[in-house]
C-alpha cells in the first residue's frame, strides 16, 4: 500500500506519460529515432554574412571562404566547430547589399568540382534564373 500522496501521484504521472506514448504510436506518430538521417544541429555552429566578391562582414566559426569563380563560395569551417559537413543542414539566403538584382542561391554539402571536391566544404552557388553563375552577396548559418 502506497503511504504518500506524492509516491501515488508519481505513478499516476507514469501511468498518464505511458498511456500518452502508447497512443502516439498507434494513432501512426513516429517515434523512432533513425541516426542515419539525423543532422547534427544542436545550435548555431556558424554564420556568415558574405560580400559579393567572397569577404566576409562578420562570420563565426568559419576558417575561410574562398572564391574560386564567378557565383561559386567554397566555404571552410573552424577546427573547433567540428562540423560534419555531409550531416550538416546549412540554410543560405540572399542578401542585398543596395543593389535590386534578384537571383537563386544554392548550398551544396557533398563535394564539387567548383571547390576542388573538398569533402570538408560547404559549396555556395549564386546566379539568375538563366542557369548562369553570378556573384551575389549572402547569408550562410549552420545550425
Not at 94 to 114: K, N, Y
Amino acid at each position: 500500500m502506497l503511504k504518500t500522496i506524492t509516491s501515488r501521484r508519481g505513478i499516476v504521472g507514469t501511468a498518464a506519460a505511458l498511456s500518452l506514448l502508447a497512443a502516439g504510436a498507434a494513432g501512426g506518430v513516429a517515434l523512432a529515432d533513425d541516426s542515419a538521417v539525423r543532422a547534427k544541429a544542436p545550435y548555431a555552429q556558424a554564420s556568415a554574412q558574405v560580400n559579393r566578391d567572397g569577404t566576409r562582414v562578420q562570420s563565426k566559426g568559419i576558417k575561410s571562404i574562398t572564391h574560386p569563380q564567378d557565383g561559386a563560395y567554397c566555404v571552410t569551417f573552424d577546427d573547433a566547430t567540428r562540423i560534419d559537413v555531409s550531416r550538416s543542414t546549412p540554410v543560405a539566403t540572399l542578401a542585398s547589399d543596395g543593389g535590386t538584382s534578384w537571383g537563386t542561391i544554392m548550398v551544396r554539402t557533398t563535394p564539387s568540382g567548383e571547390c576542388g571536391n573538398a569533402a570538408d566544404t560547404v559549396t555556395v552557388i549564386t546566379g539568375t534564373s538563366a542557369d548562369s553563375y553570378r556573384d551575389e552577396p549572402f547569408f550562410l548559418l549552420v545550425p
